[in-house]
């Protein structure tokens, strides 16, 4: 038996064990999780970006970004 059988053999034993696996439910409870995750993630850039952007204006002998916004200066 070679390993394209063995491993056939293994994710058919999975899937029987644990059907949820193979549903659509699954995929879309894992479709949700990615868009929340993606959801967060903007979320915080933008907040640490907005932060950033505060610190700056209200501390400008610090000069944290490499370049100067117009509106800052």
């Not at 293994?10 to 993606?38: A, V, Y």
């Amino acid at each position: 038996m070679n390993w394209i059988e063995r491993t056939t053999e293994k994710r058919i034993k999975e899937l029987d064990e644990h059907p949820e696996l193979n549903s659509n439910d699954f995929e879309q409870k894992g479709n949700t999780l990615m868009k929340n995750i993606k959801f967060y993630a903007i979320v915080i850039l933008a907040a640490a970006l907005v932060l950033a952007l505060w610190y700056q204006w209200n501390h400008p002998e610090i000069d944290i970004f490499p370049f100067h916004f117009p509106i800052l200066v």
